[in-house]
Structure formats: structure tokens, C-alpha cells
């Protein structure tokens, strides 16, 4: 979820939901293909630590709108948040 620049990825998407998928994540970043094999522990773009989640909040389920490995539980999400997409 954003922590800071929310103005910015609004302006990026032309719209609500940013975080709902990883298309309008990207886009709502301003992370395009220059980004490719980019090392996601320096800038410009990197993920940082955050508070950790407790285990009771963790939801596991399938992915969503795939048809390869439809059935394999990969998809993660903190059941408190109101960016994730579907639950």
C-alpha cells in the first residue's frame, strides 16, 4: 500500500485502484520496461523492510486470472488492507 506519493500514482493512472494488480502497480510507480533486470535494492526503484505482518492476518489463496497453475497457492496478501484486489 502507498506509505508516500499517492497524489502521484493517481495522476499516473488516471484513477483509483493503483495497487490492484500488477499492471496498475507498475503504472501507478511510473516503472516502465527501462526497468528491466533492475536490481530492486538500489535506486531508482527498491523495496525496503517494512512492519511485519502478523501471521494471523497472512491470507493464502490461488492466483487470480491466470490459467497455468491456476490451483497452486501463490498469491499472499495482509487481510487488513483495503489495496488488495480480491479476496
Known sequence: E???GEEVMLRRRGRGELTT???RLVRA???GPQLQRHLLVEAPLW???GTPVP???IVTTVR???SKGASMPL???D???RWVSRR
Open 55 to 57: 501471521e494471523g492476518d
Open 47 to 49: 523495496i525496503e523492510r
Open 64 to 66: 487470480i486470472g491466470i
Open 21 to 23: 494488480g500488477p499492471a
Open 2 to 4: 502507498p506509505a508516500e
Open 75 to 77: 498469491r499472499f496478501y
Open 79 to 81: 487481510r487488513r488492507s
Open 29 to 31: 510507480l511510473g516503472v
